[in-house]
């Protein structure tokens, strides 16, 4: 089993890109700027050895609210700790909130390894000088951004630890479900209540939220991945550098699930945001649930008049699964887990190519295809391509002019025939060769004589 390391101090000091460097990865959100990181973040260290890492929000400053909340998530990072990184700004010198950190951890029995980090272009001796008075003998000097001396602080810290080079981690095959929506939805509420524990920070206040949060949850023997994702506003309303790489981040997880609950606010029904959210899921061909938050404690009308709205914006998005749910007293959210594997199970589904045609052929005697110039549209037959979303390839003759109409009829057919519920489908046609094109027609003799005769009778 591989050791747990926590990264811990207070903020601005460098611990995302610590945590960064020692995965080879872009995973955690990086700014000059304190207190961006709130959650916990899992992640699988790589350099000097194999093991798990968490990234944490600064702890020791005045608290507030929101502080309380990460000094919370920080903490029980550390008691999930085998060893602990506590880092420290070398350029910005020892500081009352490291003191006060240092006295915190010494009273566990964890290890505890200081980590004098932004140590670049300075003598380890200097920089690390007044650190010795926090009491802690284990003492690095490194340079995260640079990536100077991490090799070392590692294989120092998994020394203790039983050899991990032979271990290989088992391909990851839960169900990835990533929950979408505009600020202040109840997106990370709706997660805690699907894991049955406050594991990210709910806040009543927008952009709570900054980073997209991966976290494993077993159920029923089955192995799901929950990703929280930052609330995605209206282009024109986001100023801030770090709410666009929030948005980013919040987009990037679309394309790194298999199935996406998009929130929608049922006191506000579907705005024009979360139609252009909708989009995005629609171009990633991903699953899709449509989850109305909040809908406990509205009136009857008011429910009629939210289904009423949302009836005639997701016109386009027929095949999407709606349910109704209040993320804050759990009512209906129970089902969601349920229908995501529908969904996926769908969306993964192959099917034979003859029952493909057969259904093809029958999709075309209940309604066939519309003559183009006088001429009949043919669809000679069709296989499967691929899935996540299924995807079929349909090869006939004039299949350029087939009507939008007639391909959205061909999908329902599908959908309703194979019980592919949930996802998208996707259909290519492929126009069928000529097999005369670029050959020239040689009349025979008689052939020719008879044009010669009929050419007597054309009008010049």
Same mark, same amino acid.
């Given at each position: ?25 872009? &995973? ?29 929000? /600064? ?36 500081? !009352? ?19 004098? @980090? ?27 951004? *640079? ?23 088992? &391909? #990851? ?49 089955? =192995?799901?991945?929950?990703? #929280?994702? !930052? ?42 945001? &979360?139609? @252009?959210? +909708? ?7 991903? /699953? +899709?649930?449509?989850?109305? @938050? ?45 229908? !995501? ?10 099917? *034979?190519?003859?029952? +493909? ?39 006939? @003759? ?5 009507? =939008? ?22 259909? #290519? ?7 005369? !094109? ?7 003799? *008689? ?9 007597? *009778?054309?009008?010049?």
């Amino acid at each position: 089993m591989l050791p747990t390391i926590a990264i811990v101090g207070r903020p601005n000091v460098g611990k995302s890109t610590l945590f960064n460097a020692l995965t080879k990865t872009r &995973d955690a959100l990086v700014a000059d700027q304190p207190g961006l990181t709130r959650d916990r973040k899992f992640g699988r260290g790589i350099v000097g050895g194999n093991c798990w890492l968490i990234d944490t929000g /600064g702890l020791g400053e005045k608290s507030d609210a929101m502080l309380e909340h990460i000094t919370q998530q920080a903490w029980l990072a550390i008691k999930e700790a085998d060893s602990i990184l506590f880092l420290v700004d070398g350029r910005g010198g020892l500081t !009352a909130a490291d003191e006060n950190l240092a006295n915190e951890l010494r009273k566990l029995e964890t290890p505890v390894h200081l980590v004098v @980090n932004k140590a670049e272009g300075v003598p380890k001796e200097l920089i690390s000088a007044e650190f010795y008075s926090l009491g802690l003998d284990k003492i690095h000097v490194i340079s995260a951004a *640079h990536q100077r001396g991490i090799t070392d602080l590692m294989l120092k810290i998994l020394e203790r630890f039983p050899p991990t080079e032979d271990y290989l981690p088992k &391909d #990851d095959k839960s169900l990835k479900i990533a929950v979408l929506g505009r600020p202040n939805v109840g997106k990370s509420t709706l997660v805690n209540r699907l894991l049955g524990y406050q594991r990210v920070i709910t806040f009543d206040e927008p952009g709570t939220t900054r980073d997209s949060i991966f976290i494993p949850l077993e159920k029923d023997g089955k =192995d799901y991945t929950l990703i #929280d994702t !930052a609330g995605v506003r209206r282009r024109s309303k986001v100023f801030e550098t770090i709410e666009k790489f929030s948005i980013i981040k919040a987009l990037q997880a679309i394309n790194a699930c298999n199935v996406v609950i998009m929130l929608v606010d049922a006191t506000e029904g579907m705005t024009v945001q &979360d139609t @252009n959210l +909708l989009g995005y899921v629609l171009d990633s061909g991903r /699953g +899709l649930i449509i989850a109305v @938050n909040k809908w406990d404690g509205l009136k009857h009308d008011y429910r009629e008049k939210v289904k009423t709205n949302l009836d005639r914006k997701l016109h386009f998005i027929d095949f999407a699964k709606i349910h109704f749910v209040s993320a804050l007293h759990g009512t209906g959210v129970d089902k969601l887990l349920d229908t !995501a594997n529908i969904i996926w199970k769908s969306a993964s589904r192959k099917i *034979h190519t003859p029952r +493909l045609n057969d259904a093809l052929q029958e999709a075309i005697k209940a309604h066939a295809p519309p003559l183009v110039r006088g001429r009949r549209i043919k669809l000679r037959y069709i296989n499967q391509a691929g899935n996540n979303p299924p995807l079929f390839i349909i090869h006939g @003759n004039q299949v350029e002019a087939l009507p =939008d109409s007639y391909r959205r009829y061909l999908k329902n057919f599908f959908r309703e025939t194979f019980q592919l519920e949930g996802t998208p489908i996707h259909l #290519d046609f492929k126009q069928g060769e000529n097999p005369f !094109a670029g050959r020239k027609n040689i009349l025979t003799p *008689h052939q020719q004589k008879k044009k010669q005769r009929l050419m007597k *009778h054309v009008k010049k």
